[in-house]
């Protein structure tokens, strides 16, 4: 049958879209349809084929680490990061997730910070669903301010790990190691790398952005639901004229610095 003779732009339309192979007969046949609205239907679809291809692709890269780990007979590798180290205020969160072997759903799971708030907000109930096991810890300002920032994203590494209902027997973690007799690995820019810890990413950065929102509407004057706690222009400037808030984090030096001040002047 003479496809491009005989087929409207919408009828062609309808066919490209249950197209998911470049190579396919069809597709080269549609292609010699000269009209420009259908050049253009081609062109599209060839297009986010091979964004598809690429995303598989950085999918199963990013499933390497897993994969090598599975075969080795470690049925359940929990990756673990946090979100919250740098804030001037607000809790430091960390998640641990442990994904099943079968993470086709999980195309395009990436580092948090790359993610749109939308894609976030998608991932973050799909990994949920997906998941054999995911936990969620929170330390909070005066923990940080006792310990350490350091110290305390270790211990609430560790919690989400231990609270976790079925046992991982390896971890991987970003950039950190914790005190496990868990076997681990610490892996430079994890969240880009390992798909566990950049799906331990994406909850963390939803559950603390929703907890910073929140704070939002008991200091206002804070904007916290724009920048989460972080040192930006905005907040520095509202520490300068309101002070620090009971979530601020008292060791830091620009919260320690409006304290002492306001300390000085006797407010």
């Known amino acids: 049958m003479d496809l491009e003779n005989k087929l409207t732009v919408a009828q062609i339309k309808e066919i490209v879209d249950l197209i998911s192979d470049e190579n396919d007969p ?66 430091v969160v960390t998640a641990a997730v442990i994904l099943p072997r079968d993470c086709s759903r999980l195309v395009g799971v990436n580092d948090s910070k790359q993610l749109s708030l939308e894609k976030r907000k998608v991932f973050d109930q799909l990994i949920k669903e997906v998941a054999l096991e995911y936990s969620i810890t929170v330390i909070d300002s005066n923990e940080i301010d006792r310990l350490n920032i350091y110290e305390a994203t270790r211990l609430s590494m560790l919690k989400s790990v231990e609270q976790l209902k079925l046992e991982p027997n390896y971890l991987l973690l970003d950039a950190m190691r914790i005190d496990s007799a868990i076997p681990q690995e610490s892996l430079v820019k994890g969240d880009q790398r390992s798909l566990s810890i950049a799906a331990a990413s994406i909850i963390a950065k939803v559950y603390r952005d929703e907890m910073m929102i929140a704070y939002s509407e008991m200091f206002p004057e804070f904007g916290f639901e724009k920048h989460m706690g972080y040192g930006t222009k905005q907040h520095l400037n509202a520490l300068a004229s309101y002070g620090y808030t009971p979530i601020h984090r008292q060791s830091f030096s620009p919260v320690a610095n409006t304290r002492q001040a306001y300390e000085s002047s006797g407010q």
Do not use: C, M
């Open 26 to 91: 069809v597709l080269h046949k549609l292609a010699k349809d000269e009209r420009k609205s259908v050049q253009r239907l081609i062109q599209n679809k060839v297009k986010l084929i091979d964004k598809a291809k690429q995303a598989e692709i950085e999918h199963l890269k990013r499933l390497t680490f897993e994969t090598t780990l599975w075969k080795n007979g470690y049925e359940f590798i929990a990756g673990i990061d946090e979100v919250g180290r740098g804030p001037l205020a607000g809790p």
